[in-house]
Each structure stands twice: as C-alpha cells, then as structure tokens.
C-alpha cells in the first residue's frame, strides 16, 4: 500500500531549502530568486490536490520551479548585448554575490548556469538535489522543460558539467600586460585609482563605470572593484568585462576560465585555452579546444561597446584637448599590445597544431579565428602583426595612396601607416617632453656618443620632435574620430548569410576621409628613421648588432641538417659560418659571449622561439638587464631575474 500523500505544509518544509537552492543557480539574481520561489509555492499550493505521488514532490515542485525561472529569464531578458546577439546564448550570469558568498561554490554554481537550459536544470536536480537518474526520466509533464528521453540522458549533462570545470583549470603560463607610461601627467591624475574610484561614486551609468573600468592600469586592482559595480549595476556587462581582464592585465588560467564560464559561445576564450595548452605540451587538448572555437558562431570582443564606454568615462573624467588625445593614444596602444601579446601566438599555435590534422581544419580554424582569408593564404601584406586588433580594422587594401605621402616615404605603405597610427600618436607625446624623452621606453634616445656623431643625433632629435608635434597638433582637430576609430572595432554582423563585416569599417573611412593624418604620420615615421640612423654609432646597439650576427650564424648552422645548436662558438668559424673580422666578444667589456644553446635542439613550437635565449653578454646593463640573442634570431633585454629563470631550468651556469 503507498504510503499517504503527506499535507502541502509539510512537504514544502521538507523540502524548501533544496527547491531555494535550485533557484539560485536557475536564476539570475537575488530578487529573481525571491518571486520565482514565492511564485513556485503558489502554482504548487494549486496544483497540489492533484499531485499522485508518482515521483518525490521535490522532484514534482521543481518542474514547476523551472518552467517559472525559464519564463522569468525570458522576461528579463538580461542577455549578451543585443548588438552582438548573432546567435543568443541561454547561459546565466555569475551568481549574485549577496546569495552566494562562498568563492568556492559560487565557481561551481557559475559553471552550471553557464551550461544550456536543459542540461543546467537536469544537472540542479540530479548534482544539487541528488535526485536519482532514473527519477528524473519519469517527469513527464506534457509542458515541463524536465521531459526526456534517454538519448539526452543526465549522465552526460553531468559529463557536460565536468568539461566545463575542467575549462577553468588549463594550467596556463600566464602573460602579463606590462604597465604603459601615459606619457602626461594630467593623464596620469585622471587614470589614478582615487580618481576614477571618486569619479564611480558620482554614476549609475554603466556605460560610464565600464568606460572607467576599462581606464584602469594593468594589474591595477581597482579594475576589480569597479568590475564589481559594473556588474551589480548591468550584469549582462560581465563577458565584456572578462574581455577587458584579458587584453588590459593579461592573460592566465583565471582570466581564460572567468571569459569561457561567462561567455561560452565566444571563440576568443577557447582559442586562448587551447594556445595555453599548446605551449605547455599538451597538444592532443590543445586540437580539441581549437575545434570546440571553430565551432563558436563569432570571437567577439564588444570594441563598439567599450569604445563608446570610454568616451563616455573621458568625458566624465573632464579630459579635453591634448589630454584627450593623450588617453584615447594610450588606450588604443594598450589594446593594441593585447593583440601583439595575447593574441598573436594563437595564430602560429593554430597553424602547428593544424600539421598533424587536415588542410580543411587548418583554414577553418583560421578563418574562424580571423575571418580574414588573406591570412590563410600567408599573403605578406595581411595586417596580422598586431593581431585580431589590427585585422578586425578590415584594411581591405594595400594598394590605397594618398598625394604626398610616399613622396616622403617610399618604403611606407598607408596600412603599415594605420596599423600603428595611435602607437605613434602616444609615443609623441613622450618626444616632444624633455622630461619623457630619455625615458627607458624611449630606447631611441638612449644613446651615448662623441663628437660629430653626437651633433648629427642632437639634429635628428630636434627634427623627430617637429614631427611628433605636427602628428599631434593634426590628430588634435577630432581626437574622438582619429584615434577613437581604432577602438570601434568591426561593426557586428548583422546579417547571417552576410559579409562578416563591413568593407568601410572605421579606420578605413579614415583613411580614405583624413589623408593629412597619414601624411603627418609617414613625416614622423620618416624622421624617426633618421633618429635611429643616426643612434647606430651607440656601444649597446653596436654589440647587439655584433650578437645578433653571431646568434644568425647559430641558427643556420642548426638549420642545415644537423637539427642542433652548436657545440661551442668555434666551430661556426671553422666552418666558415662566421668570418673575421667578426668576434663572439663583447664590444662594451670585451668578454666572450656566454653561448648557453651549445648541443641542444631548436624548440618545436614557433610559440617557444621568441623565449628561448642562445647566447648573452655576461655583464649586465644599468638596470640588471642582459643583453640576448633568442632562439628566432631577435635581440632583447631581458631583466636579470628572468634570465636566471631560464638558465636554471635549463640547468646551465647562472652569470
């Protein structure tokens, strides 16, 4: 005999804590979680007289408890930003923070709301309320959401659940944004932590407090506060806000995990896990998370919504004039650096992985990455040394000129003129201030010399500084248009058999519409050249140039069948790889070079050569930096630290 259907009070006691459980992980904020429940209670309250006991009433209440929650997510309709809603994703939001404080859970309760709708409400019910299976198959309810066939079966929501997890956690080396100089001291006032935390406190824009967000230095902690308010204030704002982490502090296991729980049909987020997992070997994940981003509808990084958040935050902040221009260079260098440094290794990573699959996956991979098809072709030309944030600008053609400005420039083409206009903008700001101009990020002006070498350089400066200050004196006539077409990004697909982007996108109406710009940046860019002719005679650029032909000389002898670095320097010169009057000593101590790649292999990874050091000066310049020669042939500083880093996991002689 069954046992009797116990009262609607007490079986709502029984189980009122697991169904208020429920709710907060199907749910997307503390209020919704108070109607829905209330609104639970009173259709279960109604429908109860005719409830037969054929399943648990915890598993009967909660049906009702998810057709309530799906309609009042509907309802609010708090999604990814409309503009970017190509193909709308049903995943939540981060769990309020007032309803669940423990960081701990509240990961876990994160990675169930970002799942589907259907397997976030089997996997509540199974994984929270630890409802059977077999239970959950037998909610049949003609309306419920819950009703299954086994085919979509829990067990493998559960699998769902624990790919996801497993997202969080690549194990990734991260790739910290370094701090840029703003280069102006008003700026540096305005970007403070206490002036943009003051200046929060006055809005409840969250176009605004985004904007400010966004202004906040890298690995400045502020960014964190403010991240928290922008998402109590608008929570769909918290994917653009995992952007943001990404490409303004940098790159780790965090950041990644935060952006693919919050944002999972977004590419960006599996290509960066899959580069990570690439670099630290482990290649057959790394193929996987590829195709999991080939398969993501776009790779967004909402540029249309944060650039006109920090227009709105420089407005705020009363920045005009040259300090306008001055923020808006340095912003746009910053996310710029995000593409150099964050996102340029998905390409190389992309294309190794693809050696060990097909051709197809190969240029699918790509063109989901970049859609741009130049770039599987390896067109030469294609803008990808800054990136996605230089190929999202959609500079269509190489061909495009403008009177006057290969007249002062031949080698320069107008798209390496745009690809780094806002760079130059903010580097001008630094040459025309005495005080900035010696500046360590300056390296231009580091020079020591003598003589008539000296006067040609002090020259040379004089006009490099007439540049800079004609690039900003035109930049200033509409710094929002000018620099701020660089932080757009390109225009949102708005059709889905459509162009994936506009072929006049921001910066090529630029091009095209303010040709003075581009004739002011070809004149900088020629004196700079001049500036650097005329700096060759300095000690440190000489020995490096010296290090660089010797590091030249290593790689070809590696490359030439033997597969392996050298055993010592010697051996280049009696091979004749290496020629007097061409020495392997230091031209600032003149010590040996310290040759530490001896025997050892090149790395496999394109991903790895721009890390590996082959030989270095053995002492240090002022700073505690080495001079180095690296695995792909380029010359670096690198901090005393670091170096020391490498040679003990190598196991060689530290200096």
């Known amino acids: 005999m069954a046992n009797p259907k116990p009262d609607f009070e007490s079986a709502v006691e029984a189980d009122y804590a697991a169904l208020a459980r429920a709710a907060t992980v199907l749910c997307r904020s503390k209020s919704d979680v108070e109607d829905v429940l209330q609104e639970t209670m009173l259709r279960a309250f109604k429908a109860y007289p005719a ?20 309609a009042r997510n509907l309802s609010a309709a708090r999604c990814i930003p409309e503009t970017y809603a190509l193909s709308k994703s049903d995943h939540l939001p981060p769990a309020d923070r007032a309803v669940v404080a423990d960081e701990e859970h509240r990961c876990l309760i994160d990675a169930i ?8 409400e089997i996997v509540t019910l199974h994984f929270l309320q630890e409802v059977s299976c077999d239970e959950i198959a037998l909610v049949k309810e003609p309306n419920s959401l819950m009703k299954l066939t086994r085919p979509h079966n829990p067990e493998l929501a559960l699998l769902t659940l624990a790919a996801i997890l497993a997202l969080m956690a690549p194990n990734v080396d991260a790739q910290k944004m370094f701090p840029l100089p703003t ?3 008003a700026v540096d006032r305005a970007v403070s932590a206490k002036s943009l935390k003051a200046a929060a406190t006055k809005t409840t824009d969250p176009q605004v407090l985004l904007g400010l967000t966004f202004l906040a230095q890298s690995g400045d902690a502020t960014r964190r506060e403010l991240t928290d308010l922008v998402v109590k204030t608008k929570p769909e704002y918290a994917a653009i806000l995992a952007v943001l982490a990404l490409a303004m502090d940098g790159v780790d296991e965090k950041s990644i995990g935060d952006l693919i729980r919050l944002d999972p049909d977004n590419a960006l987020g599996h290509y960066l896990r899959a580069t990570a997992l690439y670099r630290s070997g482990r290649e057959r994940e790394a193929l996987e998370a590829f195709r999991m981003a080939a398969a993501c509808p776009e790779l967004r990084l909402y540029e249309a919504i944060t650039g006109e958040a920090l227009i709105q935050a420089l407005d705020t902040l009363h920045l005009d004039g040259q300090d306008r221009l001055c923020a808006l260079s340095w912003m746009a260098s910053r996310w710029s650096n995000f593409g150099a440094i964050g996102l340029q290794d998905i390409q190389s990573a992309v294309s190794e992985v693809a050696r060990t699959a097909d051709r197809w996956y190969a240029e699918r991979a790509l063109e989901s990455a970049f859609r741009m098809k130049a770039e599987i072709g390896a067109a030469e030309k294609s803008p990808t040394m800054n990136g996605y944030a230089a190929v999202v600008q959609a500079l269509a053609s190489v061909t495009l000129s403008w009177p006057g400005i290969k007249d002062h420039v031949s080698r320069e083409n107008p798209l390496e003129l745009a690809r780094f206009l806002p760079s130059r903008i903010h580097r001008a700001f630094a040459i025309v ?25 002090d020259k040379a400066t004089e006009k490099a500084t007439a540049a800079a200050q004609a690039l900003i004196g035109v930049a200033l006539q509409d710094p929002d248009g000018i620099v ?3 932080l757009k990004g390109r225009p949102p697909r708005k059709y889905e058999n459509g162009p994936w982007v506009s072929y006049y996108s921001p910066v090529e109406k630029l091009m095209t519409t303010r040709p003075e710009v581009f004739r002011a940046a070809a004149a900088n860019e020629e004196a700079m050249t001049a500036l650097m002719e005329a700096g060759k005679g300095d000690p440190r650029r000489r020995n490096m140039r010296r290090m660089m032909e010797v590091g030249l000389g290593i790689i070809r002898y590696a490359s030439r069948g033997t597969k ?39 790395p496999v990874k394109g991903t790895d050569w721009n890390d590996l050091v082959l030989l270095y000066d053995r002492d240090p310049l002022p700073g505690d930096t080495y001079q180095c020669v690296m695995a792909d042939g380029s010359g670096q500083g690198i901090a005393a630290d670091k170096l020391k880093e490498q040679l003990r996991r190598r196991g060689k002689a530290l200096p």
């Not at 500046?439 to 006067?455: D, I, M, P, R």
Request: aromatic letters at 14%; charged letters at 20%; a positive charge.
């Open 564 to 602: 392996v670095y050298p055993p010592s320097l010697d051996v280049l010169f009696e091979r004749g790889t290496l020629k007097p009057p061409l020495e392997a000593n230091s031209l600032l101590t003149g010590k040996p070079y310290v040759y530490v790649g001896a025997g050892e292999k090149p």
């Open 183 to 185: 280069y102006r001291e």
């Open 113 to 120: 709301r970002a799942l589907p709708e259907r397997q976030r």
């Open 484 to 486: 701020g077409a660089y």
């Open 433 to 457: 201030d005495p005080s900035q101009r010696r500046s360590s990020q300056l390296f231009e002006f580091n020079v020591s010399l003598t003589g008539a070498e000296k006067t040609a350089f």
């Open 51 to 70: 409830f037969r006991g054929g399943s648990s009433f915890l598993t009967w209440a909660y049906a009702i408890l998810a057709r309530v929650a799906q």
